[in-house]
């Protein structure tokens, strides 16, 4: 058990680009969240994947945020013209399925920062 | 809609002494649980304990307890013994039972444990 992996850990970027992370969830677990966390605030519920459908997406993700898990393994979160106010740090999590006894396991994050 | 408030955006306990701190949340669900996350500076959320709502024995882990008031809507958090190691923010959360399994999150208590 490797733990939730997140790449990049940080990520610069100018507004109006488009920027990609992955989340590579604990191998046995089926069920992938992404959660969003500003400054001072808890994370925010973005979208789940059980196994490779996205089941909710919160209304938070706007039609510049998309969400894939193309084989039920990995994910990605692509934001599109990126604005200043997606500055934040974007948080994967992965558990079992099964209902609130099955934990989810975080990861690092990733820090994205608009210029 | 669920709600999560924690009402202290910091606290802050002698090492070794004991700290409790609180949370209430909002539902009109009956089947739920709560848990208390901790996250350590710049590292990643960790679950510290969970409680079923249908429990009504509070939960325990190790120094870790909660004291859960149902029908006061109540979550808080007791670490005894406080250690350098407990310094982190800490998030009381909501998960309703059945469904995708999202978290709801608090804005967080910062704790710091003094040495």
């Known amino acids: 058990d490797t733990g939730v992996s997140q790449d990049p850990r940080h990520k610069i970027t100018k507004r109006g680009q488009n920027v990609t992370f992955r989340c590579d969830p604990i191998?046995?677990?089926?069920?992938l969240y992404w959660y969003r966390q500003t400054l001072g605030q808890g994370p925010e519920f973005l979208t789940y994947?059980?196994?490779?459908?996205?089941?909710?997406k919160s209304r938070l993700l706007s039609n510049r945020f998309s969400a894939e898990r193309p084989k039920g393994s990995f994910s990605t979160l692509e934001i599109q013209r990126t604005e200043q106010g997606d500055s934040a740090m974007y948080l994967c999590?992965?558990?079992?399925?099964?209902?609130?006894?099955?934990?989810?396991?975080f990861g690092d994050g990733t820090r994205l920062s608009i210029l | 809609a669920q709600t999560v408030t924690q009402s202290q955006p910091e606290m802050s306990v002698q090492e070794a002494e004991t700290v409790t701190l609180s949370c209430t949340y909002d539902?009109?669900?009956?089947?739920?649980?709560l848990f208390w996350y901790k996250q350590p500076p710049s590292r990643q959320m960790i679950l510290v304990i969970r409680?079923?709502?249908?429990?009504?024995q509070n939960a325990t882990e190790n120094r870790f307890s909660v004291n859960f008031q149902k029908a006061a809507k109540s979550f808080s958090l007791k670490i005894s013994d406080s250690q350098l190691g407990d310094t982190a923010m800490y998030f009381c959360?909501?998960?309703?039972?059945?469904?995708?399994?999202?978290?709801?999150f608090g804005t967080g208590t910062l704790l710091a444990v003094q040495p």
């Open positions: 994947f059980q196994n490779e459908a996205q089941l909710e």
């Open positions: 409680q079923e709502a249908y429990k009504q």
């Open positions: 959360a909501f998960m309703k039972g059945g469904a995708t399994n999202k978290l709801i």
């Open positions: 999590a992965s558990s079992p399925r099964g209902d609130g006894n099955q934990p989810q396991h």
């Open positions: 539902t009109s669900e009956s089947n739920y649980y």
């Open positions: 191998s046995e677990h089926n069920r």
